[in-house]
């Protein structure tokens, strides 16, 4: 009867670590979710054509170029 008293106690604590680990891997997994939407939002946004636009004009001084005018004169 003692030993299986002491394998209860230590099924009952191993049960109560796995339960706690796999609470703080939820939380984890929960936290990387928000993490992995907010750094897609961001790649998003900063690979958008205005926000390339924006740099190109005002960090590289580069402007838009105008279609040329084509005459449909013979």
């Given at each position: 009867?003692?030993?299986?008293s ?16 796999n ?9 990387l ?20 636009e ?21």
């Amino acid at each position: 009867i003692f030993i299986l008293s002491i394998e209860k106690i230590k099924l009952s604590w191993e049960i109560r670590t796995l339960y706690n680990n796999n609470e703080i891997l939820k939380i984890e997994f929960e936290n990387l979710k928000d993490l992995n939407l907010k750094l897609t939002t961001q790649f998003h946004l900063e690979n958008s054509p205005a926000n390339i636009e924006k740099i190109a004009k005002e960090s590289l001084g580069m402007k838009k170029r105008r279609p040329k005018e084509v005459s449909n004169e013979k």
